[in-house]
């Protein structure tokens, strides 16, 4: 057994491949194949460009102008292609477990009937194979009901990025005018919730940038 950081890492793709731990071949020769993997983490930057503007973003304004040489959105043959990709690594590696997260910038940017579509193709290529579990990270900005409906239609677990109460949230997560982003946020949450049914599937989940000066309590209250 190894432990690799990644296994693989295209700087020209949008799939990402993690930390996983790896069965190898115990004979000389075959030493460095692998012959399987228990869970692929794959994650995939469906949109490079943000409808916030958070000031400790590393991403967009920490000097790393790298985003404005690709595609704000990912394209329409990407999308096409992953599925069978990642089919060939299932088949391969005998692969138990894939999760597959949507990232961004703020994944939400992308058009809805792709990102269906995109969900559709991934179960009916890959579900019949391994586990396939579906997650995406959001800022909760963009959020409305046929997004929500979609999300839980494809069993997508949903991770939400705030920074806890206003008072902490709004002095980091503002928007390009220098607005908080918290109370539009908190609708939309709002809403979300009130079909319960959906929000059981959503199984939502926080994650929070603390800054020394916050209070603990008031964010773990909020989360
Ligand atoms: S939501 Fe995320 S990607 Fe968007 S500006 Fe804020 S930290 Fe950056």
Redesign the pocket.
């Known amino acids: 057994m190894v432990n690799v950081a990644h296994l693989d890492r295209n700087p020209e793709s949008p799939v990402i491949f993690h930390k996983r731990r790896l069965d190898i071949q115990e004979s000389t020769e075959m030493k460095r194949t692998i012959v399987e993997l228990d869970t692929l983490q794959v994650i995939i930057k469906t949109a490079e460009r943000?409808n916030?503007?958070?000031q400790y973003?590393y991403?967009?304004f920490m000097g790393d102008k790298s985003f404005e040489g690709r595609k704000p959105i990912m394209p329409q043959d990407v999308y096409r292609k992953i599925p069978g990709f990642l089919e060939n690594a299932v088949r391969s590696l005998q692969i138990k477990h894939v999760n597959v997260a949507f990232h961004?910038?703020?994944p939400t940017l992308q058009k809805l009937k792709d990102f269906d579509s995109f969900c559709e193709l991934l179960h009916v290529t890959l579900s019949p194979l391994t586990r396939l579990s579906l997650t995406i990270q959001t800022?909760g900005l963009h959020l409305p009901k046929p997004w929500t409906e979609c999300l839980a239609r494809h069993n997508v677990k949903l991770g939400l990025?705030i920074d806890g109460p206003a008072e902490y949230h709004d002095k980091f997560?503002t928007d390009n005018k220098g607005r908080g982003s918290y109370q539009r946020i908190e609708t939309n949450v709002r809403s979300l919730l009130e079909d319960e049914e959906s929000a059981k599937k959503l199984r939502l989940a926080s994650i929070s940038v603390m800054n020394h000066s916050f209070d603990i309590s008031k964010v773990n209250g909020l989360c």
């Open positions: 943000c916030l503007a958070c973003c991403y967009f961004g910038g703020e800022n990025s997560r």
